[in-house]
C-alpha cells in the first residue's frame, strides 16, 4: 500500500497560482504513475494531468495544459502539480493517485485538497 497526502490548496483569485504538493509513503517503489485528479460540486471525477515516476514522462488534459504543471522529486517522495493563470472553473477538490503498472488502476487516492478560485 501507498499512503498519499494532499496538502497546498486554498483560496486565490483567477489569475493566481498555487503549488499542489502530495506525499507519498509506504510501498513508494511499487508507484509508476502518479496522477492529479478533480472532482468539482455537482461533477464527476475528472483527470487533470499524470508523471511516470520513474522517467518523468507527463500528460495533461487539455483543460489544464499550458497552465498547469506536475513534477515530482524522487527523493522526497512528493508530486507536485503547480497551477497557474488560474479560472473560476478550475474551483474543485483535487486528488492526488498512484498506479503500480501501466495497466492497473489508480488504487492508491489522498483525501483531497480544496482548491477555491475566486473571479
Known sequence: ?????????GLVQAGGSL??????????FSVYVMGWFRQAPGKEREFVARINWSYGSTYYADSVKGRFTIARD????TAYLQMNSLKPEDTAVYYCAAKRTPDSPYDNWGQGTQVTVSS
Open 19 to 28: 503549488r499542489l504538493s502530495c506525499a507519498a509513503s509506504g510501498r513508494t
Open 1 to 9: 500500500q501507498v499512503q498519499l497526502a494532499e496538502s497546498g490548496g
Open 74 to 77: 524522487n527523493a522526497k517522495n
